[in-house]
């Protein structure tokens, strides 16, 4: 488990090898205030030989990953980024602003928002077996309640392009919406909840969806309100879990 963390800022130069030849392959976590994952390094540096240390630069807002340092990892280990809340600072988005391509093999790739994860340019995981979790509703650490105002932000309408890998996706106040769902290609097995705001998903390619559990999540759920739209217009849906709407909200499928 390799864990870099910076109160304000952190960027990524470099390798992190967290597989095992010999044992369980481990996690590479990531855990900022702000992410954007883009082609642009600063406002801090790495020192030491390997493992390097990073160091962020005091004061500065927010961090930055070379997309291509994550690929390169992912295709070590598991790959978690994470942000944390910072009171009067950041409020802890991730934002893809680069084309993430997951290389050959079976590893799997977490982004965990304190705020919302924005979907600014794709996510490709079609060259392996490796799952995608998007969580823009988590507490900023492990076990702190989230604040229920996360959302996944599809606006740019950029698509996640899955392997055999599941597609998990949570949120507190909604995933994807009616005018700019969360567009897949590729997708088969799929669980996804929210409080509020709905979950809408459409899935471009050919591939059956299969409503399941993937990681911790189960089926498709809005716990408080919200509707919830999946559409499959080139192959079958279906409901290997349940599907499930507070306080009267309505379900639609299109396949």
């Known amino acids: 488990f390799v864990e870099v963390s910076g109160k304000q800022h952190t960027e990524i130069y470099g390798l992190v090898d967290t597989s095992a030849p010999n044992g ?51 295709g070590l280990g598991n790959v978690v980024v994470t942000t944390n809340f910072v009171a009067g600072g950041d409020p802890g988005n991730i934002t893809v ?40 509703d988590w507490g900023g650490e492990a ?16 698509t996640i392009t899955m392997g055999t890998g599941g597609l998990e996706m949570i949120a ?8 700019n769902p969360v567009l897949t290609s590729g997708l088969t097995n799929v669980a996804a909840t929210t409080a ?18 993937v990681g911790g999540t189960t089926g498709l759920t809005t716990t408080t309100s919200g509707n919830i739209s999946v559409t499959n217009a080139n192959a079958n849906i279906t409901l290997a879990q349940h599907v499930t709407t507070a306080c009267h909200g309505t379900i639609t499928f299109n396949a």
């Open 24 to 74: 369980k392959v481990g996690t590479f976590l990531i855990d900022p205030a702000n992410v954007d994952i883009t082609t642009v390094d600063a406002f801090g540096s790495f020192v030491g030989v390997a493992p390097y240390t990073w160091t962020p630069t005091a004061g500065a807002s927010t961090s930055t990953i070379d997309y291509l340092t994550l690929q390169t990892d992912l």
């Open 97 to 136: 602003n680069h084309l993430i391509t997951a290389p050959l093999g079976g590893f799997n790739l977490t982004l965990e928002a304190a705020n919302d994860i924005i979907l600014n340019a794709g996510i490709n995981m079609s060259a392996g077996a490796g799952s995608l979790t998007l969580n823009a």
């Open 196 to 213: 509020t705001g709905g979950i809408f998903i459409t899935n471009g390619s050919a591939s059956a969806v299969n409503i399941t559990t």
């Open 172 to 179: 507190g106040n909604g995933i994807g919406t009616l005018a």
């Open 143 to 158: 076990g702190i309640p989230s604040n229920g105002v996360g959302k996944i932000d599809n606006t740019a309408n950029r």
